[in-house]
């Protein structure tokens, strides 16, 4: 079994046990480290190179937003996830933004914690549709809409499903294809489009015109 390296970052030490406690309930995920800020999350990183780090927002010295903004500039394909106290929609956004894959709530059950975890590890975390409505606000339409972008039209399809919030395996059952042939097709799109991951998919998607307003709430 392939261990999922994991790297905890948080001020407080009764939530460095907690998430730590968390994660020792799934044999597939191993703590790595524990670091209390932003700085130490940034040198850790650099020495040993975690496949997910688990990111507090409000820290001393170097808070979450910055740290991982860093991180993800100097290491784009560690994958970090925020944890915080507050749903609020556009804080959350904010941590989309500075790169983060996702988001988990701290008062969340822990096995939610291991159920989304183990969707971010495999890249098949859907974005909601009210995060992804967030978004489409958000983007600036400076880009024109006519630029040329080669999808398929099975691509477009997948697209829109991102779009939607759609999981990888409701996808495959609304276009009668296999979860496998979904994924191929996911990795050929953030490929040619040249982002990373669904949330960067979507706000590139809404952004250059590729999918529609109504696309994003569907």
């Known amino acids: 079994m392939r261990h999922t390296r994991i790297l905890v970052v948080d001020d407080h030490k009764y939530a460095q046990e907690a998430i730590c406690d968390i994660l020792s309930m799934d044999a597939s995920l191993e703590v790595v480290g524990v670091v209390s800020n932003g700085a130490e999350a940034i040198d850790f990183t650099s020495e040993w190179l975690p496949d997910l780090i688990l ?19 100097m290491f784009p394909y560690v994958k970090i996830v925020m944890i915080t106290v507050s749903d609020d929609m556009m804080h959350l956004l904010e941590t989309l933004k500075r790169g983060a894959q ?13 159920e989304y975890l183990h969707a971010i590890i495999h890249e098949e975390m859907p974005l909601s549709r009210e995060l992804a409505y967030q978004i489409l606000k958000d983007v600036s339409f400076t880009a024109k809409k006519e630029q040329q972008v080669n999808l398929t039209a099975r691509e477009q399809d997948i697209l829109n499903g991102v779009a939607a919030g759609w999981t990888n395996k409701e996808i495959a059952e609304n276009y009668s294809i296999s979860e496998y ?17 669904r949330v960067q998919l979507t706000r590139y998607a809404l952004e250059k015109g590729l999918i529609s307003d109504d696309a994003s709430r569907s």
């Open 55 to 73: 990111m507090d927002i409000q820290m001393p010295e170097m808070d979450g937003l910055e740290a991982t903004q860093r991180i993800k500039l």
């Open 102 to 114: 996702g988001y988990l709530l701290k008062n969340l059950a822990p096995s939610a914690w291991i």
């Open 181 to 197: 042939t979904v994924k191929n097709h996911l990795k050929n799109i953030l490929q040619k489009l040249q982002v990373q991951n």
